[in-house]
Structure formats: C-alpha cells, structure tokens
C-alpha cells in the first residue's frame, strides 16, 4: 500500500487529481480507478476536480507537455466521456458497489437496501429483548449469563452493539461478566443478522460484509477487473474494519493508494482509529509528503511547526514522522500573518476567568477589524463545544459585534421543531408523549402535576375538558385544522394566537424562529402527501446524526466547534478556551484497544483498559488542537485561563511549546504574547433609551456593590466558587462525541432519591420507578439505560456499605432523609438539602453522599460546616459528619474544627 502524508492545507485534492492524470496518461482508464473519501460532498468536489483538471490539460495543457499531450489526448477524452459514471464516491458507498458487483458470491440479494443505523439498532433492540425474555428461563441456555450481569445487561449489550465497527468480533476472558457478555451479545448479533437476511444491511454490517469479500478468492478476481487502482483520501479517518477491508484490497493485488494527514485524526467518538493510517505508515510504502502549504501566512506557517514539532518530540497526539515541516507556497508568500496569545491567569472560578476570556477575545476581534480592516464575516471562533461558544456569544453581544453561530446540534431534534411535530401527532392522536409534551408546552401550559393527572385519567381528553376547557377547546381547534393540508397545518401552528393573543413563535428566540421559517420552507419546497408522512420524516431526520442545524441568517463572525471546522479556513481564526480540561466520562465497560476484550467495569483489568483509552484520548485533544489552530489562513488568535498556575487541557501544550501564562509577555508587529490578570466582569444588559431629551434621573450615576454572596444562594455553590482547582464538568455535546448536558447531576439526582427512598440497586421496580423520573425526560431510551446503569452501581456500592461502616437504616431510631435546611448568616440566607441526619445506638450522623470521579473532601468542609451549624440550632445536637464518596466505596470523616474553621474564613474573613 503506498501512503502519503499531507499537512492542513498542502493540497490533497490537487495531490488527488495530480494522480489522476498520471493514472489516466500511463493508460488506466477511469472507469478503472475509484476514488474514495469520507463524505458524500468531499465525494462530489473530488469529481469536479477531476474533470475540471482533465478540461484544462485538454484546453490549456496543464500538468503534460504539450508534445506528450498530444499523444495522450484521446486518453483524456475517453477518461471525461467516462466521467460522470466514474466511481468517486464515500467509503461505504465504494463498498456498497463492491458488495452488489459480488452479491451472488456473498449470498446477497444485488437490490440490497441500506438500513440507517438508528434503524439497526431498533431492530437489535427488538432481537436483544426477545432473547432476554427467553433466557428468563432457568432452563435456557444463556439464563445463567443473563443471571451474572442482572438489570444492567441490555444496556451494556446496546453498548458493545454499537462498537462493532472496532471489531468483527468481541472477545472475553475468564471473567464471569465478560463471558457473559460476549455469549449474549454473540447469541443477540446472530439473531438480528438473521433479521437482516439478504436485502438489509446497515453501515457496520456493509463493512463486515465488505471485509468478507475481501476474502474471497473469486470475488476479488471479480473486482480486480473492475477497479485497477483504489485512491483513498482522509485516510486517517477510517474504523478499524474499514482500514482491514483495504488492506485486504491491496494483498489481494488491486493497487491501493492512500492520503491522510495523522495529526488531524479527531473522530474517535465515532470508532475512527489513527493507528491503521500508522499500520500503512509502518508496512507501506511511504510516499514524500506534502510540505508546501498554500493556505498559511508565513508566520502562522511557523507558528504549526512549532506546534507540530514540539507535541511530535513529547509524542503528544503523533509522532515527529507525522509532522514534516510545511513551507508557504503561492500567494501566501507575500503574507506576513499574525499571531496572538492571551492567557487569563488568577485564583477566581475557573468560569469568572473564562468571563474575561471571551470579553479580551471580543476586544482582539474588534481591535482586528479596526486597525486591519479585516471584515468580520471572515472571521471564525473556535470552541471544542457549544457550551464554550455560548460564553463568546454573550461576549460579543455586550461589544455589540455581529456574529452567526453555524452548524449547530441536530436540527430536527431542536426544541422548537419537536414542539411542532408533538403538535401535529396530537393533530391525528391525542395520546401519549406528544400529547404529554403538547399540554406541558407552550401550546397548552400546563402544571406538571395537572400533565400527570391527565394522563393516568381512564379518559384523559375527558379529564382535561373538566380541568381546563380553554386548554380542550384549543386541541380539538388543532385537530380540526390537522386534518387539512401538512403546510396549512404549519402555518396554522406557528401563526394562529393561542395564549393571551400570542403566537407559538412569540416565545421562541430569533434563532428559535429562524430555524421554524426554515422548517416551513423546506415542507413548502417539498410538500409531502399527507401529516402521516411528514410526521415519518421529521421522525426520521430527528434520528440521524448529519441532518444538521440551519444557520442563522445574516453575517458576522462565524462561531463553530472544532469538529464541525474540519476542512474549511478563514482569514481570521480565534480558538477559545484552551484552558479547558480533558474529561473522560467513565463508562460501564471498555474493549480493550488492541486486543478487543470485553472489560466489564468489576474485571480486574478494568483500570489498565481504562487508563489505555484515557491516554488515547489524550491524545486526540491535541490533534484536534492542531486541527483547530490551521484553520487560520493570516490570523490566529488563541485564548486560555489559568487558575492558580495551574494549566489544564490545551495549555499543557503551550507550556510544552514554551508558549504558556508564564512566559513573559511580548509584542511584535506579527506576534503578540500577553497575560492578562483577572478582572470582573461587568454584567450590565444594554438598554435602548426610547425617552430621548429627558433629564437623567439623579441616581443615574450611583453605583450599587454586591455582597459577596446573593441573597439566598447553596452552601454548594460556595464550594465550586473556593475549590476551583477542580473545575465542575463541562457542558457535553453529543454531536462532539460528548454524553448529553446534565447527565451528571442526573446521575446525582437519582442516586440521591434512591438513597433517600431506601431503594435497592436489585429491584427492578425500583429502578423503574428512577427511570420516570422528570430528570430524565430530556434522555432517549438509551442515554436512559446508559444512566441507570451507572446509578445501580452506584446504588449497589451505598447498599454494600450498609452494616459495614454506615448503619442499616433498621438499626436507626430516627432517621431523616432529604432533610430540607436554611440557614442565615449575615446578608445571606444560605438553604439547601441535607442528604441524611440520623440516630444510631445514641449516636448521632449526619451524612453527605458524593458520586465524585475522585476524592477531595476538603471541597465540601464549607457545605458540611453549615449544615452542622443548621442542625446545633435546630436540634442542639452535634453529629458526627461523614462523607460516603460512593464510586470508591469510601467513607471519609469530617473533623468538626476543621470545617467549622473553613466557615469562618469563608464569611467572617
């Protein structure tokens, strides 16, 4: 296999179709040749290039001499004759060809149909369960395997399910759940193929299915006189199955050429694996790479190999062999670039710092517009996730800068177009989750125990009509109207007043409304049949991960996360927020990276495995970093904060460049270091003066100061604010490869209740009962698995200490759960809820549960301190105070002065 490594922005495409003409002109016709990349769009610019490449060699007679141009030129004209039925196309669009050139060798049905994978794994889901309720059997086979894993086996099989492009299978050793598991998941996998047959096959199977073919020794005869040479781009990107399948291809004699840059492999989250473009590296043929860059500005230019050089010799992300140095090339010769650095450093909360992050970001934008002339619509800020880029869009609306956030989360699972669609389902059938979501939205606005009632109700419409009439009047005017044309019905639901004369889109935002707009003009440019099949598309799209968001409208500076950059470039690119530490969200189990093990979280090497894929991880952080910083084409502005000159995340990597907030600060023409000290941020809303020509009031120029703490405010968020160090969760976004926003706390809320309810981690109703819970309405059935399996263990840790260092709540003689306290202290009433205070053989315990990914009791000496005092003036009693951190099955104790000590410095220091 001959491999190249090509830097961001060297020219991969022309590189592509550079090989093109050589390919064509040494007699390999097109239709010979298929060319294969990662997107359908990638897929369609590659062949536009390719025939624009091969229309100028014709016209002009680029890349041949004009005497061997001659002689080829019916080459060429064949080869643009043959263009539009070429093979270019995506990774699995290239095996889904294979596949149907070979199917009656593969025992396939050549009209095979493509399954999505949200569809897949529906029909997984449905195998899955059937052999559940079979193995219930004590007779059955699998009853002891499903025995072994109890309540949290579906989960963890849905989990292995989607992982099964790492591997063509999944291996265990003698563990007893990881036997388990792979028996289960093998005896389901068989099933749901068997569901499948020969006309289903989703995007994991295609690539088993493909791998198989490669195999065979007549299928690969079949496709070796049909594709001479295969051309990969963004190699860097493919699973591990698809990277088997090419490797294949190549020993099979088919001449396989592949492209990537390593240092831009970001796609982990999705089963991408780095190290097979470092096999092809390793036992290929290495090909120069491509070190002309025509993208950068000189002094950005250097500013990458600075980078790329310095993570390369630490081996942070990739190694110096995956970091040729790049030279400006072209037009970019002539321009010099800029750099700027600026680091927010101090002892505040990590989230004040980040405050005055974004606030000197929005100066430097502004400052480059002005004194550059640099328009802000070429602009773009960088983020690694959207909870980052709220932060610069708060920012920039208080410096009055225009700006469009671009490519947001899924769009059909926005809010606002769920609202529509629950709408319309209650259109043709009151009933269920739509008519839950329509009473409890802004359609209806109901109180959620008036939601809940309604829905138990014998008759539910019934019950509403007695509750409110108003509310039944508006559902049948819906219903009426619903059963018109799907684009009437539209207009009706976003126009029509409901509530005091307002409209739905009254309560929406701009974007909020935009995104509507949109809605409407796609239903109007493609209006379906029937609300039955407009209601099945939006269903559809709301599954699947690329039906993206619809930008705002107008222009501005473009804000965007790092993956969703991938590809494109900007005049001016700022990255924020590279203090942002590294998270890895634990998981219930792991496949071992090399061996592809099955590691339930209880196997001995469960840590091993999992400190193994924290360091890929890792590593991915930096690749994305580099894929971040070369996006820029002239500018690159970064920022980070520091707390306590302790850098996290991205800043390791400016200290290990030597670039970091304790570098002295320095200012060039093209290069500007600067540490910024903290300073609060002013949080003034702007307000329009409509009452011009009136005196200003005399207080106008008072100035009122805040007390250190709000009115009333949570012992707890004291905590955070004093032990920044360990800086709270980020926000997570799924289309990041992060967990969804608030399963954290939803972790935490659950386990709480459940304590509080004396639940046990092995009642199934129990658990059922945590599953319909508020907290996790926002959650697909999934995510909501995936969080009760966390919650058990956590549950299953609590009750393991029960008689063993915590007292059963059978030997207690008084006992309080979910103790509801307010305490005041000078201008603060500080009100919270105290986990449990209870008697056990005369003594006293207040306890406080923690489901912390580590152990630092000293974050909770504050919170502990005055809920201690709560309890001295209330019951004139002195508890001891215990911590149960439960991941670790560990009980800390509190040593009363100590923390009584942190209440006195906290508020009377």
């Known amino acids: 296999m001959k491999v190249r490594v090509a830097s961001a922005g060297t020219g991969k495409t022309t590189s592509l179709v550079l090989r093109y003409v050589q390919l064509i002109a040494q007699g390999t016709p097109l239709r010979r040749i298929a060319g294969v990349t990662f997107t359908r769009s990638a897929a369609d610019e590659l ?19 004009v005497g061997l141009l001659e002689s080829k030129r019916p080459l060429f004209e064949e080869a643009l004759r043959e263009l539009d039925g070429a093979t270019l196309t995506t990774i699995h669009g290239f095996m889904i060809e294979t596949l149907r050139l070979c199917a009656p060798m593969m025992s396939l049905d050549p009209a095979f149909s493509v399954l999505g994978e949200w569809e897949a794994q529906a029909l997984f889901e449905e195998e899955l369960k059937s052999l559940l309720y079979l193995a219930s059997d004590a007779h059955h086979g699998l009853y002891s395997a499903k025995e072994e894993l109890g309540n949290e086996v579906e989960p963890l099989l849905l989990q292995l399910f989607r992982s099964r492009s790492l591997s063509e299978r999944f291996y265990a050793d003698d563990y007893p759940k990881n036997l388990a598991l792979e028996r289960l998941f093998d005896a389901a996998y068989k099933k749901f193929e068997l569901r499948l047959g020969a006309s289903l096959l989703p995007p994991s199977e295609i690539e088993r299915k493909a791998l198989m073919l490669a195999r065979s020794k007549k299928a690969l005869e079949r496709l ?4 001479h040479v295969v051309l990969v781009d963004e190699y860097q990107d493919v699973n591990p199955l698809q990277g088997a399948y090419f490797e294949a291809l190549e020993r099979s004699g088919i001449a396989t050429e592949v492209v990537g840059d390593p240092k831009q492999s970001i796609y982990g989250f999705r089963n991408a694996d780095v190290n097979v473009f470092r096999r092809a590296l ?10 002309d860059t025509r993208r950068h500005a000189k002094v950005v230019s250097r500013f990458l190999n600075h980078m790329t050089n310095s993570l390369g010799k630490a081996n942070l992300g990739f190694s110096l062999q995956e970091a040729p140095p790049v030279n400006t090339k072209g037009s970019q010769e002539e321009t010099q670039g800029r750099i700027e650095l600026h680091w927010i450093s101090g002892e505040a909360a990590i989230a004040k710092l980040r ?4 606030k ?21 800020v960088l983020a690694r996730s959207y909870a980052g880029l709220q932060q610069v869009e708060d920012a920039l609306l208080a410096a009055d800068l225009p700006y469009v956030l671009l490519q947001g989360r899924g769009y059909y699972e926005r809010i606002e177009v769920r609202d529509l669609y629950h709408a319309l389902r209650v259109g043709i059938d009151a009933s269920g989750l739509s008519l839950a979501a329509w009473l409890r939205g802004p359609y209806a606005q109901l109180l959620l125990h008036e939601v809940d009632s309604i829905l138990r109700a014998d008759d539910p419409l019934e019950l509403l009509k007695s509750i409110s009439p108003e509310v039944f009047e508006r559902l049948e005017l819906t219903q009426a109207q619903v059963r018109g044309t799907p684009l009437n019905a539209l207009k009706f639901l976003i126009r029509t007043p409901f509530i005091a004369n307002k409209r739905y889109v009254d309560f929406l935002d701009s974007r909020a409304r935009e995104n509507v707009d949109a809605l409407l003009f796609t239903v109007a440019a493609q209006p379906p049949g029937d609300i039955e099949l407009l209601l099945d598309r939006l269903d559809t799209l709301s599954r699947q991960t690329d039906a993206g968001d619809v930008p705002q409208s107008g222009e501005g500076i473009q804000l965007l996360t790092v993956h969703r950059s991938k590809g494109l470039e900007w005049p001016l690119v700022a990255v924020f927020d590279l203090g942002r530490m590294n998270y890895h969200q634990p998981q219930p189990l792991y496949l071992h990276p090399t061996t592809n093990h099955i590691v339930h979280r209880d196997s001995p090497s469960f840590n091993e495995t999992r400190n193994l894929l924290k360091k890929r991880e890792d590593e991915e952080s930096y690749r994305l970093l580099y894929v971040a910083a070369s996006r820029a084409r002239d500018t690159l502005i970064m920022t980070g904060s520091v707390k306590a000159n302790k850098p996290d995340g991205w800043m390791t990597a400016m200290s290990t460049m030597n670039l970091d907030h304790s570098t002295q600060s320095y200012t060039r023409p093209d290069f500007i270091l600067q540490t910024h000290a903290y300073m609060e941020v002013s949080h003034r809303a702007k307000v329009k003066d409509e009452r011009r020509g009136l005196s200003p009031a005399p207080y106008i120029d008072q100035r009122f100061y805040p007390h250190e703490h709000p009115p009333v405010t949570s012992p707890s968020r004291i905590k955070q604010e004093s032990f920044d160090d360990y800086e709270p969760l980020p926000f997570s976004d799924p289309e990041e ?30 658990i059922e009962n945590l599953r319909a819970q508020e907290v996790m309405f926002p959650f697909t059935l999934d995510e909501q698995n995936d969080i009760l399996s966390e919650v058990k263990m956590l549950l299953g840790n609590y009750e393991a200490l029960l008689g063993n260092g915590i007292p059963h709540p059978k030997d207690r003689s008084e006992d309080y759960p979910e103790l509801p306290m307010a305490l005041p202290v000078g201008d603060t009433v500080f009100q919270g809820i105290i986990d449990r205070l209870y008697c056990a053989d005369g003594v006293w315990y207040l306890e406080d549960y923690k489901t912390d990914q580590e152990i630092v009791p000293e974050k909770y000496h504050f919170q502990l301190a005055v809920y201690l005092r709560t309890i001295q003036e209330v019951k004139a009693i002195t508890p001891t105070m215990q911590l149960i951190f439960l991941r670790f099955n560990e009980i ?7 923390a009584e000590q942190s209440l006195k410095d906290k508020i009377f220091e």
Not at 355 to 358: P, R, V, Y
Not at 360 to 379: C, D, F, G, T
Not at 741 to 754: D, F, I, M, W
């Open 360 to 380: 000197v970001l929005a100066e430097r934008l502004k400052e480059n517009h002005e004194r550059y002339q640099i328009p802000y619509s070429h602009m773009a």
């Open 892 to 898: 800390v104790k509190i040593n009363r002065e100590v």
């Open 737 to 766: 490869g992060e967990r969804l926003p608030g399963r954290a706390t939803t972790v935490g809320t659950l386990t709480h209740y459940a304590i509080s309810q004396n639940w046990s981690a092995n009642n199934p109703s129990h």
């Open 47 to 65: 062949r536009q290039r390719v025939g624009q490449g091969i229309r100028e060699l014709l016209t002009q007679g680029t890349y041949l001499h």
């Open 224 to 227: 070796a006189g049909r594709f």
């Open 282 to 291: 390793h036992s290929g043929e290495v090909l120069p790479p491509l070190t």
């Open 355 to 358: 405050e005055h992050e974004a």
